[in-house]
């Protein structure tokens, strides 16, 4: 009698849907009006199907792409970019996409985040600079595809720019300032007084511009004969333009000085004044060098930082 029962309820359920358009599982009869199936309970939860997808293009296990199918998939499976991965996934009618879940949070290959994580974790790679080669073969290809040939990037004591072309590096954190670093212009500047000291001065020679009122005593050679001591008798010439008639001696004729006095005529006199130091300074400034006294080491302009560590998606 018990198993009549139970079959009576079965087959009531499975009729039930043709009754009745709406459906209501669990709490209140009432159904919202806009669904076709409610779910209602405090603490129970709707298990969608769980299945191994092949890839996004295939639609297997099922037999065809069916558009607004959803389910999660449990296979880590395809090449990059159309592998799968563990969550929940619908389909489009051609192909399965991914539904937005709490491990992929709306990021997709390349994307970059900084974070306190210190390894690897669901398909983001710390950017260290490491071979390619030693990432997983869909994270490989990933990285491929953004343009990474050997290495990742490497992202240690880095700011991240987009300065230049993609995946350069470049900076220093130091600057060192050298002399075509410094503005255009001149320092001038002059003392407040000129200190006690006095001006060595060394005038040069000079002529006097008159020779004064003097006259000058010549000599001239014994009776007038024809001798290179003679005045006015060159040697070896005998003209009579000069007379001892005319010399004013005051030694004897025999001597070889005779001595004759007459004006000094039209010349003047080279002087030689030696150098002497000047009574005062003179009113005056001093123009001042005045060193640096600089090293030239270089600035340090790293900015006050938090570290984080940098991280990008390449995917399972």
């Known amino acids: 009698m018990r198993n009549l029962l139970l079959l009576a309820a079965f087959i009531f359920c499975i009729h039930l849907p043709l009754l009745d358009a709406q459906v209501k599982i669990g709490g209140s009869p009432t159904v919202n009006a806009d669904a076709i199936l409610e779910l209602e309970s405090p603490n129970k939860g709707l298990v969608f199907p769980r299945v191994a997808l092949t890839d996004k293009l295939t639609a297997a296990p099922m037999a065809a792409h069916v558009q607004g199918m959803v389910v999660f998939n449990i296979a880590n499976s395809g090449s990059h970019p159309n592998n799968v991965?563990?969550?929940?996934?619908?389909n489009n009618g051609s192909q399965w996409e991914r539904l937005l879940d709490s491990k992929l949070n709306d990021h997709t290959f390349g994307d970059i985040k900084h974070g306190f994580q210190t390894t690897d974790h669901t398909g983001w790679y710390l950017l260290d600079g490491r071979s390619i080669s030693s990432l997983s073969s869909n994270a490989q290809l990933a990285a491929s595809s953004l343009g990474f040939s050997t290495f990742i990037p490497d992202a240690t004591n880095r700011v991240l720019t987009s300065r230049g072309t993609l995946n350069s590096t470049g900076g220093q954190d130091s600057l060192t300032i050298t002399l075509s670093n410094i503005p255009n212009y001149m320092l001038i500047?002059?003392?407040?007084?000129?200190?006690?000291h006095n001006h060595s001065i060394d005038p040069p020679n000079t002529n006097t511009t008159t020779t004064g009122n003097h006259t000058h005593d010549v000599q001239t050679a014994f009776n007038d004969n024809n001798s290179s001591t003679s005045q006015g008798y060159p040697h070896g010439n005998n003209h009579q333009a000069f007379r001892t008639t005319d010399r004013n001696q005051t030694v004897a004729s025999s001597a070889a000085s005779n001595i004759l006095n007459r004006s000094a005529g039209n010349h003047n006199h080279s002087v030689n004044i030696p150098s002497f130091n000047s009574g005062t300074s003179g009113q005056h400034f001093h123009d001042i060098n005045l060193n640096s006294g600089g090293s030239?080491?270089?600035?340090?302009?790293?900015?006050?930082y938090l570290s984080t560590n940098t991280f990008i998606y390449l995917g399972l």
């Open 85 to 90: 991965e563990e969550g929940y996934y619908f």
């Open 296 to 304: 030239g080491a270089a600035a340090n302009i790293v900015p006050a």
């Open 189 to 196: 500047g002059s003392s407040e007084m000129n200190g006690s």
